[in-house]
T-cell receptor, first 113, second 117 residues
Framework: EDQVTQSPEALRLQEGESSSLNCSYT??????LFWYRQDPGKGPEFLFT???AGEEKEKERLKATLTKKESFLHITAPKPEDSATYLC??????????????FGAGTRLAVHP | DAGITQSPRHKVTETGTPVTLRCHQT?????MYWYRQDPGHGLRLIHY???????DKGEVSDGYSVSRSKTEDFLLTLESATSSQTSVYFC????????????????FGDGTRLSIL
């Protein structure tokens, strides 16, 4: 069964304290992995798409990486405005019917001054 | 921000009543989706649409129906609401979602918080 697991569920950091969020997945084949940011009371906001192992994408203090079994979202020198829930989603190999995007439950990140 | 408007943003209703949620987009995207988000769960697909009057079921479609009579509008209906349908509902859109264009990300509205008492 296709599955996405994110860890930790919640993470508290001090401002400037770098860390990483994990997204591990089990799918028959991967066509894409997506990272989103979600603020309270808002919808998910698209951050990155990764397609193949070894690929990396960066945006400001965020860098996403991908291996064959997991993806990491590295946060360098975070600021309080980086506080949000980060969602990971995978798009498995097309198997007929609809293209099912599978979401993890998310990691709640709190960055304190 | 993607031009997606969900209405209402909040709703409280009673068990057994019908409820309709609306999603309106200004991007002219072909694909539209309805998800629900519950604590401890990832976003789960309820229904999706791949064109006007073309819809199909997602993984949690029981108790829900949808309609799309115009490109810009996608309606989600709970025929007879139950307490288990208390959730936050999100609409999403994408330009395409075929086997060849699967890299198109989905963009989300800000959700409708629905409480069923």
């Amino acid at each position: 069964e296709d599955q996405v697991t994110q860890s930790p569920e919640a993470l508290r950091l001090q401002e400037g304290e770098s860390s990483s969020l994990n997204c591990s997945y089990t799918v028959s084949g991967l066509r894409g992995l997506f990272w989103y940011r979600q603020d309270p009371g808002k919808g998910p906001e698209f951050l990155f798409t990764l397609y193949s192992a070894g690929e990396e994408k960066e945006k400001e203090r965020l860098k996403a990486t991908l291996t064959k079994k997991e993806s990491f979202l590295h946060i360098t020198a975070p600021k309080p405005e980086d506080s949000a829930t980060y969602l990971c989603a995978v798009l498995p190999t097309f198997s007929g019917g609809y293209n099912k995007l599978i979401f993890g439950a998310g990691t709640r990140l709190a960055v304190h001054p | 921000d993607a031009g997606i408007t969900q209405s209402p943003r909040h709703k409280v209703t009673e068990t057994g009543t019908p409820v309709t949620l609306r999603c309106h987009q200004t991007e002219n995207h072909r694909y539209m989706y309805w998800y629900r988000q519950d604590p401890g769960h990832g976003l789960r697909l309820i229904h999706y649409s791949y064109g006007v009057k073309d819809t199909d079921k997602g993984e949690v479609s029981d108790g829900y129906s949808v309609s799309r009579s115009k490109t810009e509008d996608f309606l989600l209906t709970l025929e007879s609401a139950t307490s288990s349908q208390t959730s936050v509902y999100f609409c999403a859109i994408s330009e395409s979602w075929t086997e060849l264009d699967s890299n198109q990300p989905q963009h989300f509205g800000d959700g409708t918080r629905l409480s069923i008492l």
